[in-house]
């Protein structure tokens, strides 16, 4: 890993591989997902991967990689054969470390045993799965092809072949009631381990679900009901000792995304595949980096360039200090001051911070972090704003 050159601290580097493709796309969907009737040419879009790691890994020498992430899109749609040639590449180009983390996403309808053993074979440890909701009327609402006894089974799946996994579940969905929810996340709680990832439900520009409320079609709980939503369940999930690490994700105390914990901490990770996002150290600066989101034009722009990337520029100390914040006080840790004015060069605006600290907004630890409250985190947006500004 190369140190911030502005800061001593050294969270990581990790790397996500994006599998844009799905066998639907869900109505509440903003990811870069696709649907292609047949499927790809899977072994046409792994050689392009591997191609593409070579080009990040000329720009990133040195590192030693902590996770690697397959997102998407459904990753369970690949062959375990595609993952292995995938990862083998990654060892060619890095050093691997003893304990990294190596996460597939996977949806409940993409699993068997058989396949996810062959994950676990090629190197995966850790599976995230999408099961949203454990009532089949919501889950067909959600745009869903499984049902809630499929997710179950996969869960358990995962449980019995990989010694970590994790799965997301959707809440304040329409028209669901807390006591509802209450009664899912209790049916949930048994079949997790150590981790949960636990999302509000937000209308994102330009999905189906923008469309249907548009036109007085989904009605979706306002922001005191959210409010609601949020406390039971935080309130189930400390109970439960699986507390929020992040705004969206809880864990028992060491068990938290290492790769996630990567982005929330500022530290570098190389994005690879259509769409991908990274951010790394490189002649000099700190660079934004963007793939093509359409994969059949990443796909080309790879097999005559070498790469993706449709952006890769540096970033100011102000755009980084930014960045630093909104990441950060996704996490119940909360930010050093020091670190923020080692990236960005300034200082956190102390009538700012007093302000927010005076309407309980924020805290300070003993050990001198930033962080947002337990008043503040379901406002996280506006207290990233008002304290950015």
């Known amino acids: 890993m190369a140190h911030d050159p502005q800061s001593g601290a050294d969270p990581g580097f990790g790397i996500y591989v994006h599998w844009p493709f799905c066998l639907s796309k869900c109505p509440y969907c903003d990811f870069n997902s696709h649907v292609r009737q047949g499927g790809p040419d899977e072994a046409r879009f792994v050689a392009a991967f591997t191609r593409e790691l070579g080009h990040r890994a000329a720009l990133t020498p040195g590192r030693e990689v902590a996770s690697v992430f397959f997102g998407g899109g459904t990753p369970s749609l690949m062959q375990a054969s595609s993952v292995a040639a995938i990862l083998d590449a990654i060892a060619r180009h890095w050093p691997i470390a003893t304990d990294a983390e190596i996460t597939l996403e996977a949806n409940p309808t993409s699993v068997e045993a058989e396949r996810f ?80 990832s636990l999302y509000q439900l937000t209308v994102e520009p330009g999905t189906m679900y923008e469309r249907l409320r548009a036109a007085g079609k989904l009605d979706v709980p306002g922001p005191d009901l959210g409010r609601d939503f949020w406390d039971a369940t935080q309130e189930m999930m400390n109970a439960a000792g699986l507390p929020a690490y992040e705004i969206s994700n809880h864990a028992r105390p060491g068990a938290e995304s290492r790769h996630n914990l990567i982005y929330w901490r500022y530290g570098e990770y190389a994005g690879i595949g259509p769409g991908a996002h990274g951010r790394i150290l490189a002649a000099g600066a700190r660079r934004a980096q963007a793939c093509g989101r359409d994969p059949d034009e990443w796909l080309a722009a790879v097999e005559a360039n070498g790469h993706g990337l449709v952006e890769d520029t540096p970033l100011s100390l102000e755009e980084q200090g930014d960045e630093f914040l909104l990441m950060g006080l996704r996490l119940a840790e909360g930010v050093e001051p020091r670190r923020f004015e080692a990236i960005s ?25 930033v962080r947002v409250s337990a008043e503040g985190f379901p406002v996280l947006d506006a207290v990233v704003a008002d304290l950015a500004a």
């Open 117 to 196: 053993r062959g994950y676990r074979a090629a190197g995966v440890n850790r599976v995230s799965l999408g099961v949203q909701a454990l009532n089949d009327a919501d889950l067909k609402a959600l745009g869903r092809m499984h049902t809630s006894a499929e997710a179950m089974a996969a869960v358990a799946l995962a449980a019995a072949i990989f010694e970590r996994y994790s799965f997301d579940l959707i809440y304040a969905r329409p028209r669901q009631t807390v006591d509802e929810w209450r009664a899912e996340l209790a049916r949930a709680l048994p079949l997790a381990r150590d981790h949960l």
């Open 345 to 369: 060069g300034r200082v956190l605006d102390p009538r700012r911070l007093a302000a927010l600290i005076g309407d309980h907004m924020v805290e300070c630890t003993p050990e001198g972090r």
